[in-house]
């Protein structure tokens, strides 16, 4: 991890801008951050009225930082209205998510245009192309944020939606954030009748270096929170880690019967910093209307 710290949400719960009071009502729901989606959950023919819906909505939160909004494809017409109503409206929201991206040119050209019309988000990237999964080390240098879109990824490899169809991705986008500081999010699960698959997932995804989860119902956040935010113990033996180490004069130590050393110590002193940006930034409050 390089640079600075980023405060990365470990779960982001997704609600189509279809209606104001649906939105609102989402708030108060424990997500670290609420995405009001314009792309894929809002019909064509309903883009126009979703724009305003979404502008009220930015417009009525009280924590817009932590309000996410996801626009329809760079290239097309859509986004043109979705960038410009997103510079027109007076509260701009923390995140802009991108949507079916190819290369990094696309991240710094939104960059560009939103900074133009005054708005300075972070941008994630939904991770959902071959080329992107392909491009994926440069997408993550120039994103805030990668989030991998299976769907869509599993229809252009011609695969369903299955661990080891997504597995290759998923490295490769855990290596890049890992590299570059990116935060690395996980698909929404799609099977919602069965919440095994949930926890399994979010367990898994987890051990190889993601750090949030998207959703798409209220109901998974509990399972997501409690298996991706800071937990005191996990919080508490990174800081025995460095300590020791330190007190080794950064040579190796024993800490309860297991050897410690310098990598340790590396990533206890990434997990504490990564820890209390989250704390600084999302702990404490879950709604943000």
């Given at each position: 991890?390089?640079?600075?710290?980023?405060?990365?949400?470990?779960?982001?719960?997704?609600?189509?801008?279809?209606?104001?009071?649906?939105?609102?009502?989402?708030?108060?729901?424990?997500?670290?951050?609420?995405?009001?989606?314009?792309?894929?959950?809002?019909?064509?023919?309903?883009?126009?009225?979703?724009?305003?819906v979404c502008r009220?909505a930015l417009e009525?939160?009280?924590?817009?930082?932590?309000?996410?909004?996801?626009?329809?494809?760079?290239?097309?017409?859509?986004?043109?209205?979705?960038?410009?109503?997103?510079?027109?409206?007076?509260?701009?929201?923390?995140?802009?998510?991108?949507?079916?991206?190819?290369?990094?040119?696309?991240?710094?050209?939104?960059?560009?245009?939103?900074?133009?019309?005054?708005?300075?988000?972070?941008?994630?990237?939904?991770?959902?192309?071959?080329?992107?999964?392909?491009?994926?080390?440069?997408?993550?240098?120039?994103?805030?944020?990668?989030?991998?879109?299976?769907?869509?990824?599993?229809?252009?490899?011609?695969?369903?939606?299955?661990?080891?169809?997504?597995?290759?991705?998923?490295?490769?986008?855990?290596?890049?954030?890992?590299?570059?500081?990116?935060?690395?999010?996980?698909?929404?699960?799609?099977?919602?009748?069965?919440?095994?698959?949930?926890?399994?997932?979010?367990?898994?995804?987890?051990?190889?270096?993601?750090?949030?989860?998207?959703?798409?119902?209220?109901?998974?956040?509990?399972?997501?929170?409690?298996?991706?935010?800071?937990?005191?113990?996990?919080?508490?033996?990174?800081?025995?880690?460095?300590?020791?180490?330190?007190?080794?004069?950064?040579?190796?130590?024993?800490?309860?019967?297991?050897?410690?050393?310098?990598?340790?110590?590396?990533?206890?002193?990434?997990?504490?910093?990564?820890?209390?940006?989250?704390?600084?930034?999302?702990?404490?409050?879950?709604?943000?209307?």
């Amino acid at each position: 991890m390089t640079g600075v710290v980023r405060a990365i949400p470990r779960s982001i719960l997704y609600t189509p801008a279809l209606s104001l009071e649906r939105v609102v009502k989402a708030w108060s729901y424990d997500a670290d951050v609420h995405l009001i989606d314009l792309e894929d959950s809002v019909p064509p023919a309903d883009k126009p009225a979703a724009r305003i819906v979404c502008r009220d909505a930015l417009e009525k939160s009280a924590r817009a930082a932590n309000v996410a909004v996801r626009m329809n494809e760079l290239g097309s017409l859509a986004a043109v209205h979705d960038v410009l109503m997103l510079t027109d409206s007076p509260v701009k929201p923390g995140i802009v998510m991108m949507t079916m991206v190819t290369s990094a040119a696309e991240v710094d050209l939104l960059r560009r245009i939103l900074a133009s019309g005054g708005a300075h988000p972070e941008i994630y990237v939904t991770v959902e192309t071959v080329e992107a999964v392909t491009g994926i080390d440069a997408i993550a240098r120039s994103a805030d944020g990668l989030v991998l879109g299976s769907a869509d990824l599993a229809a252009a490899l011609g695969v369903e939606i299955t661990w080891e169809a997504m597995q290759a991705a998923r490295q490769a986008m855990a290596m890049a954030c890992a590299r570059h500081g990116t935060a690395c999010i996980d698909t929404a699960n799609f099977r919602l009748a069965e919440p095994a698959v949930l926890t399994e997932e979010t367990t898994r995804v987890r051990a190889l270096g993601f750090h949030g989860k998207a959703t798409v119902h209220p109901g998974e956040l509990d399972v997501i929170n409690r298996l991706l935010r800071p937990r005191p113990d996990e919080l508490g033996l990174a800081r025995r880690v460095a300590e020791a180490v330190t007190a080794a004069n950064g040579g190796i130590a024993v800490l309860d019967g297991n050897m410690v050393g310098p990598p340790f110590a590396r990533l206890a002193r990434s997990t504490v910093a990564r820890e209390d940006a989250w704390t600084s930034r999302f702990g404490g409050e879950g709604a943000i209307a």
